[in-house]
């Protein structure tokens, strides 16, 4: 019986899952990263390009047009987004010349080898620099005339990053609209972007939205974690359930460009992420939230699936950012959103790699024990993982399924991975003491299932909403039982909180 609700689920969620890929129009999302320079020991272009293709990041977006990194990018089939600087748009703006020597000089010179996919014009325009906003749309139109002229607007779409300011009340989504003063500009904009297929492109950043939020929204909602379901965040218009705060981001996004009678504009990530150090008035801004923001939105993205209310539009996100900036001002968290240390360590565990879909479910991580790991310390860990640490340690017991081969390096595999499954949502690292690293190879073998596995029944992915307690299945069936009651519940708990802004 525990196994037919199991079941039960699997396959609706297949259904599910195949209906929506039979409707589905666009492609899939994918998980992209920013390219900042502002770092003191910056690596060679080439040494750049080299750590993004370790790490299997198919798109970049860059802060401007850099030659060597363009040139050290071409042949790979990376998807590069270039940035005109702000400081380029007012002239862009001015003058069609200056916008048709742009594409020469940055587009033109390096296509079709470097594979240049998209043109940021300018960051955060409206709200950095508002007295350019009125060549903005201008300065668009020239760069995409120029592509026209050069055959290239339908493999380079042109747009420009908003910041969330922007959209003043972006909760509750549904009532979401863009700072009337710039109805005109978004006007043109969406008109723009609507007549060349182009994207939206929205920074969204929930460490913000959070930080500022004074304690108005749980650090889960903006870590994508499973909410308590007294907490639920459930819009009051359409009962639409937030499960992340991300996802009422670009929800705000969609209904601020439908409050303007546009419809149909995708809208694309073009920065978001978590800083992993910040000075003593930044506590959260730390290693371990760091690395569940970014793994939770990879899985995120990877579900394919829209927010609430556009559940067929995949949302692509770039993570801001390659390395830390050290050299940029401000307080010490901005200097610290970085994924990778310049000799292309990463900072924190995180996989990139299995970008794309896995069977429509999220792909799985793991997390193992290293190879040449100190036997003592891999002892250690095993100890801790199987102890104090919660794992479910029978598996590698005597008799049982991956028992064999019976050496510290397989059973430590096993328990470090089912720790790290267990505590992940909740800021477990997979880290013990050095000897662990993440994966997406499912380490599973013959009967032995490692948990998280798509073989496994029983897993508690920590993103499923309704996310079953730990293998217990009992509790599994009274879970829908309740199920319409939490759902009020949740609902007016909801409105409570979205009322008090
Ligand atoms: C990229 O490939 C083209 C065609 O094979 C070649 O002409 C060019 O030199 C290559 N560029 C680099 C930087 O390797
Ligand atoms: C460039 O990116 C586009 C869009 O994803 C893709 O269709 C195309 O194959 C890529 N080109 C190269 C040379 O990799
Ligand atoms: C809207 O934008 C204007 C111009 O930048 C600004 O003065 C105003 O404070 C903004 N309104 C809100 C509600 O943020
Ligand atoms: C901006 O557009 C919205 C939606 O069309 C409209 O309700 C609002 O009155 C406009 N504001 C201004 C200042 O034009
Ligand atoms: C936009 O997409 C439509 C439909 O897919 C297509 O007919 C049109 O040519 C495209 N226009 C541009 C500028 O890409
Ligand atoms: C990379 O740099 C970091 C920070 O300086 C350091 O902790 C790490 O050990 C380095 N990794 C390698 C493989 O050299
Ligand atoms: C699942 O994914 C694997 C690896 O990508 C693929 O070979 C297999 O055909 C997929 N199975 C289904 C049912 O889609
Ligand atoms: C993907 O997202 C949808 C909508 O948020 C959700 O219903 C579904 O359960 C998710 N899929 C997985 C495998 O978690
Ligand atoms: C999962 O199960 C399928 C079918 O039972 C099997 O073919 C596959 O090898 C298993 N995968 C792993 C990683 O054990």
């Not at 080439?46 to 040139?71: F, G, P």
Request: hydrophobic residues 40%; charged residues 10%.
């Amino acid at each position: 019986m525990i196994l037919d609700v199991m079941n039960l689920k699997k396959w609706l969620t297949n259904v599910f899952l195949l209906t929506l890929a039979m409707i589905t129009t666009t492609s899939d999302g994918f998980v992209g990263v920013n390219v900042g320079t502002d770092v003191s020991d910056l690596p060679a272009a080439s040494n750049m390009v080299n750590i993004l293709k370790a790490h299997q990041i198919t798109h970049v977006r860059l802060y401007d047009a850099n030659t060597q990194l363009l040139k050290a990018l071409s042949n790979t089939s990376i998807e590069v987004v270039v940035g005109v600087t702000n400081e380029e748009v007012l002239r862009i703006g001015e003058s069609a010349s200056a916008a048709a020597a742009w594409i020469n000089k940055n587009v033109l010179a390096y296509v079709p080898s470097t594979n240049i996919t998209g043109i940021a014009v300018g960051s955060e325009v409206l709200s950095t620099i508002p007295n350019v906003a009125p060549v903005l749309v201008p300065a668009m139109n020239s760069l995409h005339k120029a592509l026209v002229a050069a055959n290239l607007n339908f493999r380079v779409k042109v747009s420009t990053p908003h910041s969330m300011d922007i959209i003043p009340k972006p909760f509750p989504p549904s009532t979401a609209t863009f700072n009337s003063s710039w109805n005109s500009t978004m006007v043109q904009l969406l008109q723009f972007l609507k007549n060349t297929n182009s994207s939206f492109m929205l920074n969204a950043y929930p460490y913000y939205g959070y930080t500022k939020g004074d304690g108005i929204f749980p650090i889960e909602y903006a870590l994508f974690k499973p909410l308590p379901s007294v907490k639920q965040i459930v819009d009051p218009n359409t009962l639409f359930h937030y499960n992340s705060m991300f996802d009422a981001m670009v929800d705000a996004a969609y209904y601020s460009i439908d409050a303007l009678h546009f419809s149909d504009i995708p809208v694309v990530v073009t920065e978001t992420g978590w800083p992993s150090l910040g000075g003593s008035n930044e506590p959260d801004a730390t290693v371990g939230n760091a690395e569940t923001y970014n793994n939770n939105l990879i899985r995120r993205v990877q579900n394919d699936s829209g927010p609430p209310s556009q559940p067929n539009m995949p949302i692509s996100a770039y993570i801001y950012e390659l390395f830390n900036e050290d050299k940029r001002n401000g307080p010490i968290s901005e200097k610290n959103w970085g994924i990778f240390y310049p000799n292309g360590s990463a900072i924190y565990p995180l996989s990139l790699s299995a970008s794309g879909q896995i069977n429509g479910t999220y792909a799985s991580v793991f997390c193992v024990a290293k190879d040449g790991a100190d036997s003592d310390k891999l002892q250690a860990g095993l100890n801790y993982a199987c102890g104090q640490g919660g794992a479910n340690c029978a598996a590698i017991q005597q008799g049982q399924p991956c028992y064999l081969p019976n050496n510290v390096k397989s059973h430590a595999s096993f328990a470090f991975n089912d720790y790290y499954q267990k505590t992940h949502s909740t800021g477990g690292t997979c880290d013990f003491d050095g000897t662990a690293t993440i994966t997406t190879k499912d380490p599973s073998y013959g009967s032995c299932i490692y948990t998280g596995s798509s073989n496994s029944t029983g897993d508690g992915m920590s993103l499923a909403p309704m996310a079953l307690g730990p293998s217990s299945s009992s509790e599994a069936t009274s879970n829908m039982q309740v199920c319409s009651l939490q759902y009020l519940i949740s609902v007016i708990g909801a409105f409570l909180t979205l009322v008090v802004l």
